[in-house]
């Protein structure tokens, strides 16, 4: 028996990159997946692709920002699927400059999606999780969350505060048997990497004992894990998984 | 069709798995019937849904025994 048999997983931002690679993850555990993103017609192409490699999927249209989009969809999620056991908060956005050059609209734009959208969901999926006393909340952090990171006050912070809300998340509902994790991808080879220039890139290579960046799938599988009953007993943690960069 | 005092008491047992004669009206959800915090904001929003009602969280705060959220819904639903 596959490890997420029988399980209804959703995944934000799940149309590119790690929230892709995550939705194929959790397919393959066997987990059927709501497939969660901004445009309609993206999320059901990704949720067309899973159910063409033979697995059960369905496409939700949703902005995460907005408290009643993510009430909407969970409700939505529940009537197609029957019930929640898995939640991946992975949308998130960049929208880097300096401190000094950074407009409201930038640092607000980025914390509505990144901790906002985070709060929004987990806020949402809790109710059924609590009443089917159990459920896994994997939330999608960042080294540059425990690190700072210069260009990225809105980015850092926001993922600073995603590792507070996993820890208040695992503490409020420890007591339900829902646990609730995040991971703190460092380097990833993704569409948001591949726009910074090729010094950044470098400099990031540099500090990175394994010498490589990291794929999506990289993240994916430690989401696997905290998504799976091999970690039950696991909450309010962060996992970074950054080839070593920080320790 | 069952009282409001009958349904509240059919959602207290519902939500905090207790067993039905333990529900009197002075039976109070934390001392007697096990509830924790989360109980009740749950024990709240059921409520809440089932009689179409919104409890502001400073009423919800002061029902701490079953006589006193059957009466809050009596005075306030919008079914009754």
Do not use: H
């Not at chain 1, 909340?137 to 700072?148: F, K, T, Y």
């Not at chain 2, 529900?23 to 709240?44: H, N, Y």
């Not at chain 2, 809440?48 to 701490?64: Q, R, S």
Request: aromatic residues 4%; proline residues 2%.
């Amino acid at each position: 028996m596959k490890r997420l048999e029988n399980k209804v997983a959703l995944v934000t931002g799940s149309t590119r990159g790690i929230g892709r690679a995550i939705c194929q993850r959790l397919a393959e555990e066997g987990a059927a997946v709501a497939v969660v993103g901004r445009s309609p017609e993206t999320v059901e192409k990704i949720a067309q692709e899973l159910r063409d490699a033979g697995f059960n999927a369905r496409g939700y249209a949703a902005d995460v920002a907005k408290s009643e989009d993510a009430k909407a969809t969970v409700a939505k999620v529940v009537a197609d699927f029957g019930r929640l056991d898995i939640l991946v908060n992975n949308a998130g956005i960049t929208k880097d400059n300096l401190m000094l050059r950074m407009s409201e609209e930038e640092w607000d734009a980025v914390m509505n999606v990144n901790l906002k959208g985070t709060f929004n969901f987990t806020q949402a999926a809790v109710r059924p999780m609590m009443k089917q006393r159990s459920g896994k909340i994997v939330n999608l952090a960042s080294v540059v969350g425990r690190m700072g990171n210069v260009g990225q006050a809105n980015y850092a912070a926001s993922k600073a505060g995603v590792i507070a809300l996993t820890k208040t998340t695992a503490k409020e509902f420890a007591s339900r048997n829902i646990q609730c994790n995040a991971v703190a991808p460092g380097f990833v080879m993704t569409d948001m990497t591949a726009a910074l220039s090729d010094d950044v890139r470098a400099m990031f290579l540099k500090v990175i004992p394994a010498g490589r960046a990291g794929s999506p799938e990289d993240i994916a599988g430690v989401v696997a894990f905290l998504a799976s009953g091999d970690a039950d007993y696991v909450t309010g943690q962060v996992i970074n998984i950054d080839g070593g960069m920080l320790m | 069709m069952s009282t409001i005092a009958e349904r509240v008491k059919e959602i207290i047992v519902d939500q905090l798995q207790v067993p039905a004669e333990q529900v009197t009206p002075e039976a109070k959800f934390i001392e007697d019937l096990g509830a924790d915090s989360l109980d009740q904001v749950e024990l709240v929003m059921a409520l809440e849904e089932e009689f179409g009602a919104d409890i502001p969280d400073d009423a919800a705060e002061k029902l701490t025994t079953v006589g006193e959220a059957i009466k809050y819904i009596e005075d306030n639903s919008a079914d009754k």
